[in-house]
């Protein structure tokens, strides 16, 4: 039902910063997390990081230290600051949800958004 809408993404030089944004078509309050994915070529979607709906945030050791997940919900959005970039941190970059504890993220059934492109040069 709600829709999510990526965006944000860049080239940026390693060691730069940015800030993507996760803009949702309705409220994001119920769900129990919102969260984001990343795909580089040939590999597989991982989760990066993801916050749930009283603001505990949990990240990939990947990127611990260097991401930021945060949630603005009067403006039904979900950021992500990322820092220290870092080659390996280019991928597509997706906004995902899941509705409750119970439950799987969404984008695991196949339901992903365009999602924005993230690449990091060296």
């Known amino acids: 039902q709600v829709q999510l809408v990526e965006s944000g993404g860049g080239l940026v030089q390693a060691g730069g910063s940015l800030r993507l944004s996760c803009a949702a078509s309705?409220?994001?309050?119920?769900?129990?997390?919102m969260g984001w994915y990343r795909q580089a070529p040939g590999k597989q979607r991982e989760l990066v990081a993801n916050?749930?709906?009283?603001?505990?945030?949990v990240y990939a050791d990947s990127v611990k230290g260097r991401f930021t997940i945060s949630r603005d919900n009067a403006k039904n959005t979900v950021y992500l600051q990322m820092n220290s970039l870092k080659p390996e941190d280019t991928a597509v970059y997706y906004c995902?949800?899941?509705?409750?504890?119970?439950?799987?993220?969404?984008?695991?059934?196949?339901?992903w958004g365009q999602g924005t492109q993230v690449t990091v040069s060296s």
């Open positions: 995902d949800l899941r509705r409750d504890w119970g439950s799987r993220w969404r984008g695991e059934s196949g339901s």
């Open positions: 916050i749930t709906r009283s603001g505990i945030t």
């Open positions: 309705g409220s994001i309050l119920p769900f129990a997390a």
